[in-house]
């Protein structure tokens, strides 16, 4: 879940039941005129995460460490973001 005025994206665990349980803070972005806005999980279980206000999609491995920083060509506000193309691996953002 992205909080945007937090700066943060927190790691919510679902159970079959839909509830979740031991919530908890996933990464804490700095920088920018606003935090995370869109997510995007790929194949491998790593997840992208369009830092609005920063111009940036921030992709991280399945334990949060940073792999990519994308900087954006359409301006800082990155907000949508998805996985798509033939293999499911392009990364796109708008």
Same mark, same amino acid.
């Given at each position: 879940?992205?909080?945007? &005025?937090? +700066?943060?994206?927190? &790691? ?15 990464? /804490? ?8 806005? !869109?997510?995007?999980? +790929?194949?491998?279980? !790593? @997840? ?12 991280? +491995?399945? @334990?949060?460490?940073?792999?990519? &920083?994308?900087?954006s060509c359409e301006g800082l506000s990155t907000? +949508?973001?998805?996985?798509? !193309?033939?293999? /499911? ?6």
């Amino acid at each position: 879940m992205a909080l945007t &005025r937090a +700066n943060q994206v927190w &790691r919510l665990p679902l159970h079959p039941d839909g509830t979740t349980s031991k919530v908890s803070a996933f990464i /804490n972005l700095s920088g920018g005129l606003a935090g995370p806005d !869109g997510l995007a999980m +790929n194949k491998d279980g !790593g @997840l992208a995460i369009a830092h609005c206000g920063l111009g940036t999609v921030w992709v991280l +491995n399945r @334990l949060g460490e940073p792999l990519y &920083r994308v900087q954006s060509c359409e301006g800082l506000s990155t907000t +949508n973001i998805a996985y798509g !193309g033939s293999d /499911n691996r392009q990364l796109l953002h708008h």
